[in-house]
């Protein structure tokens, strides 16, 4: 069993990021040796990590990731602050993880069998949404939602490949900009399931 880990990494330091919804790396050099700060890669862990790790890098969005049946699956989001007076603390921000799966038809145009890899736990019910409650930044402004157990996996020697968005609803509850503000950002990375 492995542990995968979409990183997703979000600032607001300029109008620009904020209202583009994008979620941009914000490392964008393979050089750094410190693989939580890297926005939209993969990455992998051999035992169930905590919102700072241990982790390796496996994928960039380039490639698709390939999880096998058994392995767990979780979404990684962090925030970099500017330093700014325009920029928040990161206490000062609630955010909300929704993740919605769906899947690719194969090159015959046949949608696949299954529109999720996941179940909800304990039932053999398809999860395609996944959305959290209100949640708060560790002190490393990091935060790390679990998706849960591939359980749905395609015939031997095939591929089942899934898309899926990602978003974060950012609510900044400083109250020194006045009133509280509203950011979402979303990223469309891909997912395969194989045998």
Request: hydrophobic share 35%; glycine share 8%.
């Amino acid at each position: 069993m492995n542990y995968y880990t979409l990183n997703l990494g979000f600032s607001l330091d300029s109008l620009s990021t904020q209202t583009a919804g994008f979620l941009d790396p914000v490392v964008t050099s393979l050089d750094t040796q410190d693989l939580s700060t890297m926005s939209k890669l993969w990455l992998l862990s051999t035992e169930p990590p905590t919102v700072n790790g241990p982790f390796q890098l496996i994928e960039t969005e380039i490639k698709p990731v390939v999880l096998q049946v058994g392995d767990v699956a979780y979404v990684r989001v962090f925030y970099v602050p500017d330093g700014s007076m325009n920029c928040p603390d990161g206490s000062a921000l609630t955010l909300r993880v929704s993740v919605v799966f769906g899947t690719l038809a194969d090159n015959d145009g046949n949608p696949k069998t299954y529109r999720t890899p996941f179940t909800i736990v304990n039932t053999n019910t398809a999860q395609a949404v996944f959305h959290s409650s209100d949640l708060s930044f560790d002190e490393t402004n990091a935060l790390l939602v679990r998706l849960g157990t591939v359980t749905k996996g395609p015939g031997e020697g095939e591929l089942d490949q899934y898309t899926f968005i990602a978003g974060v609803a950012v609510t900044n509850t400083d109250q020194t900009w006045g009133t509280s503000a509203e950011y979402t950002f979303g990223h469309d990375p891909e997912m395969d399931v194989g045998t």
